[in-house]
């Protein structure tokens, strides 16, 4: 990873990936505490669901419009959409209200839809194909990074002025991602997966094909779909298990999150060290195996200790799966790559819009019970796609 950035155009795209995450982490905190003091927490839910729905929709049915949107060029416009959006929010919300706000929120959705699938399947085409394993790592770590600094930056920013900052500061990333992805299309010619202008190759790519040629990869999809329904256990039910069973308050809440955070740090370098495109998906579902079991540890943890052991633990084993799948989708020809991406990321928000429907219900009667099943689940989903791959 180090390597890869002395090259000035992986370096531009790691430090506008890294901003605009950090601005991303600010804004969800800004938009939730603004939500909760104006309208309370339904209005937070809304929120929630308003920026995944796209995700589904567009993952679904959007395959042409992504192609549309798979250039740099293209890309650098819908941030600088999401930065007049992001700076223009409070304004629209105070004069239109919460159905205003909301519908901004949607879009905000709509454009991160599309440009996800296209920056992740540009960004590979940086490097040589040897190198794309150790570019999803870097771009896996960043994100990680901006998980555990975005609150922190968040609060320090809140210290010296008002909560508007935190939305003129995402805005202000967005407006560099932009500037960046003009600098990376002017500087070289990245293949790209689709025409700026009319669709592309990708836009033929049928993922249902693809997948139903590569085995592997549609039970991966199937595993993380039911991990990702599942990541809502440990968001929503933690601070309830540790306040509850243990009487740990928001202190200790956050030094567990933190210490998750630092384990995934770690569990990065680790996974990144590995050959991720190997045992594909056995290695994969492994992972998810493994957070499965920590989710019934946690449950059945005999002291807060034990549970905020069990938690870090979870974190440290996160990044395999997450590196493991997106070598194997980095390794496919860009048009494939962007469908598959495109799909991927409608998997992830739908599960985990899901999982926060569910979740609750789950947890409401006890929060340990919940963990054990939730947990249990996810072992025997992981479980049955390794054996199904075995099999075959």
């Known amino acids: 990873?180090?390597?890869?950035?002395?090259?000035?155009?992986?370096?531009?795209?790691?430090?506008?990936?890294?901003?605009?995450?950090?601005?991303?982490?600010?804004?969800?905190?800004?938009?939730?505490?603004?939500?909760?003091?104006?309208?309370?927490?339904?209005?937070?839910?809304?929120?929630?669901i308003a920026e995944s729905i796209p995700f589904v929709l567009i993952g679904l049915t959007g395959r042409r419009l992504v192609a549309r949107a798979a250039s740099f060029p293209a890309l650098a416009g819908l941030d600088a959409v999401r930065a007049v959006l992001v700076a223009t929010v409070l304004l629209v919300w105070s004069s239109g209200g919460t159905a205003a706000m909301l519908g901004m929120v949607a879009v905000l959705g709509?454009?991160?839809?599309?440009?996800?699938?296209?920056w992740g399947a540009l960004a590979p085409e940086l490097v040589a194909d040897h190198e794309r394993a150790a570019l999803v790592a870097?771009?896996?770590?960043?994100?990680r990074l901006a998980r555990i600094a975005g609150p922190a930056l968040a609060g320090l920013l809140l210290v010296f002025a008002p909560?508007?900052?935190?939305?003129?500061?995402?805005?202000?990333?967005?407006?560099?991602?932009?500037?960046?992805?003009?600098?990376?299309?002017r500087t070289g010619s990245a293949a790209q997966p689709g025409a700026a202008h009319t669709p592309g190759p990708a836009a033929d790519v049928d993922a249902r094909v693809v997948l139903r040629e590569v085995a592997a990869l549609r039970t991966a999809?199937?595993?993380?779909?039911?991990?990702?329904?599942?990541?809502?256990l440990p968001a929503i039910g933690l601070p309830v298990l540790l306040a509850h069973e243990f009487g740990v308050g928001a202190a200790g809440y956050g030094w567990t999150l933190t210490a998750a955070g630092v384990a995934a740090?770690?569990?990065?370098?680790?996974?990144?060290?590995?050959?991720?495109?190997?045992?594909?998906?056995?290695?994969?579902?492994?992972?998810?195996?493994?957070?499965?079991?920590?989710?019934?540890a946690t449950g059945t943890a005999p002291s807060a200790g034990w549970a905020i052991t069990a938690t870090a633990c979870a974190g440290f084993v996160a990044p395999f799966a997450s590196i493991s799948i997106g070598t194997r989708i980095a390794a496919f020809p860009a048009p494939q790559r962007l469908r598959l991406l495109q799909i991927h990321h409608g998997v992830m928000r739908g599960a985990g819009t899901a999982g926060m429907a569910v979740i609750p219900l789950v947890i409401a009667a006890s929060a340990p019970r919940g963990f054990v099943i939730g947990g249990a689940v996810l072992t025997v989903a992981a479980a049955l796609g390794w054996l199904s791959r075995t099999a075959s």
Do not use: H, K, Y
Request: hydrophobic share 60%; charged share 10%; net charge positive.
């Open 110 to 118: 709509v454009c991160g839809a599309i440009f996800d699938p296209g």
């Open 163 to 185: 909560l508007t900052v935190l939305f003129l500061f995402d805005a202000a990333t967005f407006a560099v991602s932009a500037a960046a992805l003009v600098w990376l299309a």
């Open 1 to 48: 990873m180090p390597t890869l950035l002395r090259r000035p155009r992986v370096l531009t795209m790691w430090i506008a990936q890294l901003l605009s995450t950090l601005g991303d982490r600010c804004f969800a905190l800004a938009i939730m505490w603004v939500a909760l003091d104006r309208s309370g927490p339904v209005v937070m839910g809304a929120v929630a």
């Open 265 to 296: 740090l770690a569990g990065n370098l680790a996974a990144a060290r590995l050959r991720p495109e190997a045992r594909f998906p056995g290695r994969f579902c492994a992972a998810w195996a493994a957070s499965g079991l920590l989710l019934v």
């Open 221 to 232: 999809f199937g595993v993380q779909g039911v991990g990702f329904a599942l990541n809502a």
């Open 138 to 143: 870097l771009m896996d770590l960043t994100g």
